[in-house]
């Protein structure tokens, strides 16, 4: 079974930097899009980023658009989010996802179908 791993989260002052990493268990696996998405406390699941196979269309929300840089190293299995100018309101926990094929809608969460456990994130002001 496909299992997505999360790493890199912690604890950073308002506008520091964090690299997250997720990678896949299973070396056959090849995700045509991965997504990040997060989580704070009494919100919903929202959108952070995606990204096609060969990183040829990246997706990101607003909110981290010019702060976070979506990229994936298919040798490795692994993809990445680069986290810049953090702002407290960037607290959350981080999940990675995938799925096998492309999607018209990359920035919803019901169209990945492997989850990671998630990554704690969390920026003191």
């Known amino acids: 079974q496909v299992q997505l791993v999360e790493s890199g989260g912690g604890l950073v002052q308002a506008g520091g930097s964090l690299r997250l990493s997720c990678a896949a268990s299973e070396r056959t696996f090849r995700p045509y899009t991965m997504g990040w998405f997060r989580q704070a406390p009494g919100k919903e699941r929202e959108f952070v980023a995606a990204i096609t196979w060969s990183g040829g269309s990246i997706y990101y929300a607003d909110s981290v658009t010019g702060r976070f840089t979506c990229s994936r190293d298919n040798a490795k299995n692994t993809m990445y989010l680069q986290m810049n100018s953090l702002r407290p309101e960037d607290t959350a926990v981080y999940y990675c996802?995938?799925?096998?094929?492309?999607?018209?809608?990359?920035?919803?969460?019901?169209?990945?179908?492997?989850w990671g456990q998630g990554t704690q994130v969390t920026v003191s002001s």
């Open positions: 996802s995938a799925r096998s094929g492309a999607t018209d809608t990359p920035r919803i969460a019901n169209e990945y179908v492997y």
